[in-house]
């Protein structure tokens, strides 16, 4: 009985260290937040249009992720996911960005993260990316040293032009239930990696025109292991 009382102490003190940071009546940026920010802690943005770039600055752990919440009133322009066990939720992810840059860059340490429910909203930009993979130290697949593991679920990418709306690297990732559309001369999804699994999505309006670029459904290139 002693060593159950231990326990349940021990998990609630755990549960209860797991903090709100709340944006922006408590930190007046995303990324002010986001350095405070521990594992187990959310990130919870009050409705608006937060018009930074967001940098990841710890890892979380697979019982206490780092989570940012946008409630589904929130946009922050771009983020970039460096670290692992981050939970990406309820945000739309939109802004101006330059040719070549990402919206969301997973890079390698990215392992085991989770995006449910985000919008990623390109613009029609041209060049900007959608959602992004960092490549790999060692190609073609990288083993350990890009990130794997992760899940995106229930999510939309749009408004991509010339280029790709989800390029994924890595291992064992899933991308399940969500939508892809609205592409001029993109690309739905480049695969690199190995046994992920792509289910129940939807993929509309992939058109083509005024452009050397051609839209392709599933894009593999060459030893990538599908």
């Known amino acids: 009985m002693q060593y159950l009382t231990l326990l349940a102490f021990i998990l609630f003190a755990a549960v209860s ?7 922006p009546s ?3 940026t995303v990324q ?3 350095a405070a920010a521990q594992p187990g802690d959310t990130v919870l943005l009050a409705a608006g249009t937060y018009n930074e770039r967001v940098d990841t600055v710890r890892n979380g752990s697979s019982g206490s992720r780092i989570t940012v919440d946008g409630q589904g009133v929130a946009t ?4 970039d996911i460096l670290h692992s066990y981050i939970t ?20 390698r340490n990215a392992h085991y993260l989770t995006m449910d429910g985000v919008t990623v909203d390109a613009e029609n930009q041209v060049g900007v990316y959608g959602i992004n993979w960092q490549s790999a130290v060692t190609p073609p697949f990288g083993t350990g040293d890009v990130a794997s593991d992760c899940l995106i679920t229930g999510c939309m990418v749009k408004n991509i032009a010339e280029i790709t709306m989800l390029s994924m690297e890595g291992d064992r990732n899933i991308v399940q239930d969500s939508v892809f559309r609205d592409g001029l001369n993109c690309d ?5 990696g190995r046994n992920s699994i792509i289910r129940r999505n939807q993929f509309l309006n992939g ?17 990538n292991g599908y």
């Open 17 to 23: 260290n797991a903090a709100t940071l709340n944006v």
């Open 26 to 28: 408590s930190y007046a």
């Open 32 to 34: 002010l937040a986001m």
């Open 76 to 79: 922050i322009r771009q983020i």
């Open 88 to 107: 990406l939720k309820d945000v739309t992810i939109k802004g101006v960005n330059v040719d070549l840059e990402s919206k969301v860059y997973v890079m």
């Open 188 to 192: 739905f999804i480049r695969l690199w």
């Open 207 to 223: 058109l083509a025109g005024g452009s050397t670029n051609h839209p392709d459904f599933i894009q593999t290139f060459g030893n």
